[in-house]
């Protein structure tokens, strides 16, 4: 809340489902929150595109939902699009802006055997700037960038319902897992927001245990502290604040999709963007 008892207003931007897992997560931090979560489905997968072409999209996807809206903090909760168009997003709007990047200092203060890796889409791991992270914050571990095509498409598959097979996700993760020198990798840092959505069949497929790093709770702490930055005291709230998804696509969601939606405490809004996408 602030001084004048408003609840805080989140505008959550991804390519589709994976921001749930930070929404879920800020939940926790802000139960207050209203949000806007845009689900630009119309554009996925965003590592595909280009650079340009992405920092574009996502500019008109944030302007379009600030509209009507008026949000306190936008929170990019998609790893690509924030290692590819965060500053520019920042540079465009006065509002807060909090990224996700692979948990890259995290995961060299927590692993055993000094090897760690960076599951995340091919175009995460080829930006520069997964590679100054881990230049800045991975000084003495061993990083191995594991680019998982087709990873993000299988959990967005899931959470909508379809059926996905196990030798389908056991294939995009079986490059996490080394052997060198007689230890093993022990981290692996989920560098998509999408993946946690498949964490219990990560865990079940995995040739052995690893500490699956989930960036989603430090996003949280930080979407609560900007928020309290501006003049929000945070986590006071007396009800969980209401939420409202829109899809870029225009799509109807599935039964088992609203399903998970709805425990969200998202409902379904018709999408402003769809004309545009």
């Known amino acids: 809340m602030n001084s004048k008892g408003q609840a805080p207003r989140l505008l959550f931007i991804d390519s589709g489902l994976g921001g749930l897992t930070v929404l879920r997560a800020a939940r926790q931090a802000v139960p207050e929150a209203q949000v806007l979560f845009i689900a630009d489905d119309a554009g996925f997968p965003y590592g595909s595109k280009c650079a340009g072409v992405l920092t574009s999209r996502l500019l008109g996807v944030v302007e379009r939902g600030i509209e009507g809206f008026d949000p306190d903090c936008i929170v990019l909760a998609c790893n690509t699009a924030s290692t590819v168009a965060l500053r520019a997003l920042r540079k ?12 890259i200092k995290p995961a060299a203060s927590i692993t055993k055997s000094g090897l760690v890796s960076v599951l995340a889409t091919p175009g995460t791991v080829a930006r520069e700037y997964t590679r100054e992270l881990i230049a800045q914050f991975g000084a003495g571990t061993r990083f191995n960038l594991v680019g998982a095509p087709a990873l993000a498409e299988l959990a967005e ?4 319902g ?3 097979e196990d030798d389908a996700i056991a294939r995009e993760i079986a490059p996490c897992f080394v052997e060198n020198g007689g230890v093993r990798t022990d981290v692996v840092v989920l560098g998509c927001t999408h993946y946690p959505l498949l964490l219990d069949r990560l865990d079940a497929l995995a040739p052995w ?26 986590g006071v709230g007396a009800k969980r604040g209401s939420g409202v998804i829109t899809f870029t696509s225009g799509r109807a969601p599935s039964a088992s999709l609203l399903t998970l939606l709805q425990s969200h405490n ?10 545009a996408a």
Not at 157 to 160: I, N, R, Y
């Open 92 to 103: 465009a709007f006065a509002i807060p802006v909090v990224g996700t990047v692979p948990a």
């Open 157 to 160: 598959m899931s959470a909508g």
């Open 162 to 164: 379809e059926v996905v």
């Open 209 to 234: 245990p690893v500490i699956w790093l989930d960036p989603a709770p430090a996003i949280a702490r930080r979407i609560a502290n900007v928020l309290a930055e501006i003049g929000h005291i945070v």
């Open 266 to 275: 998202l409902s379904i809004a018709p999408s402003p963007a769809a004309a």
